[in-house]
């Protein structure tokens, strides 16, 4: 059927899109001779994901225990949880995980080495942890080098654990001012990630993965230093109005959300049938990847949403309530497709005007 006959709001990805933007993201990694490991939590969709694996990818990346137990039922062997792991029950879930695919897990204090080296004894297979590096993003990571020479220590006194790594994520890189100071930013954090690469090697514990994260410099094209092993961008595979920003060009999105008119109550006011709970509330205000309202209108110049409501996107714009009759519909780029992702059962693979499949979006609400 036409894609315009689907019930609204609905997840739509344009297959050619998707496809392009897979294989030119596997050869930007090929070209660098990195490994490509996509973080999936942009789509939440192991089909997709095996689309990537396919196309030359490494492995994937997940940002939870759940999403890393649902990618693994579907056929997913390689898999590295980028996030600190705490508790004994996701240690215990991530055990069992391990008796049957790679799996890896990020750490950042001796806390969790204590408490792995705990969950994991008696287990068949070492726990595979990588630290992260904090590189100004202002998140979770190791900042001292004292406390990355403590934690090292901590693991290389473990019986239970194995030293895969170190990754981090330059996600600061999203509020540059410019493209000129989003490469600064993204050398200072390459930078710093290798330094604590030398730093185990000078401890006797060579990595043999440092992994470097965000989408923006990727999008760009910089250049991947010697040293660096693995790249996670997750944004790429379907894009966004946030991320396209970077770029100057709205070409890459293969995600839309299908949203109907439902009420014109004003001669400026449009109304549809997506809000909060279909696109998020989410925007970014600053630096390259700045975006103007709550989400592109795809089929009209310079229309955005103005503001939403749980179930409602409120438009302001004269020539577009002319131009729309209550009932039509449109598509909406998101800002930000990551969340979206997760507010939807089903995703439309569409080519052409015409729907293809349904995908089940089998990781959406894995939160724990």
Do not use: W
């Not at 059927?1 to 997840?11: G, H, K, S």
């Not at 996701?90 to 890896?104: F, G, H, P, W, Y």
């Not at 090292?152 to 030293?163: I, R």
């Not at 293969?254 to 001669?267: C, D, H, R």
């Amino acid at each position: 059927m036409n894609y315009l006959e689907i019930d609204t709001p609905a997840l739509l990805i344009e297959k050619e899109i998707l496809d392009k933007n897979i294989q030119s993201m596997q050869e930007y990694a090929d070209a660098n001779e990195v490994n490509l490991r996509p973080h999936t939590k942009t789509h939440k969709m192991p089909e997709l994901a095996k689309l990537q694996e396919e196309a030359g990818a490494a492995g994937i990346t997940v940002a939870k225990a759940g999403e890393a137990e649902v990618m693994a039922m579907n056929g997913l062997k390689n898999i590295f949880i980028a996030n600190e792991i705490v508790g004994e029950t996701k240690i215990r879930r991530i055990r069992k995980l391990s008796e049957t695919i790679d799996v890896s897990f990020g750490i950042d204090s001796v806390y969790q080495v204590n408490e792995i080296d705990k969950v994991f004894q008696g287990s068949a297979k070492e726990a595979k942890v990588l630290v992260e590096i904090e590189v100004g993003e202002k998140r979770s990571g190791i900042i001292e080098e004292n406390d990355f020479r403590a934690l090292l220590e901590a693991v290389k006194n473990s019986h239970n654990l194995h030293f895969k790594g170190v990754f981090s994520h330059d996600g600061h890189t999203y509020i540059a001012a410019s493209v000129d100071e989003c490469r600064e930013l993204y050398n200072a954090s390459v930078n710093r990630t290798l330094r604590f690469a030398e730093i185990a090697i000078e401890m006797g514990l060579k990595p043999e993965v440092v992994s470097i994260g965000s989408t923006p410099p990727f999008m760009l094209n910089f250049e991947i230093p010697k040293g660096v092993t693995e790249i996670r961008p997750g944004t790429y595979i379907l894009m966004d109005a946030s991320q396209s920003n970077v770029i100057g060009s709205y070409e890459n999105c293969a995600a839309t959300v299908l949203t109907t008119i439902i009420s014109k109550p004003t001669n400026e006011r449009v109304i549809t049938d997506v809000g909060a709970k279909g696109i998020t509330a989410q925007t970014r205000s600053k630096g390259i990847t700045a975006t103007e309202g709550l989400g592109k209108i795809k089929e009209f110049e310079n229309v955005s949403i103005h503001g939403v409501f749980d179930e409602h996107a409120i438009i302001y714009n004269e020539e577009f309530n002319r131009q729309v009759n209550i009932g039509d519909k449109v598509r909406i780029i998101p800002n930000h497709i990551c969340p979206v992702s997760n507010l939807h059962e089903q995703a439309y693979l569409i080519s052409e005007g015409k729907v293809l499949e349904e995908i089940l979006i089998e990781c959406r609400g894995k939160l724990q």
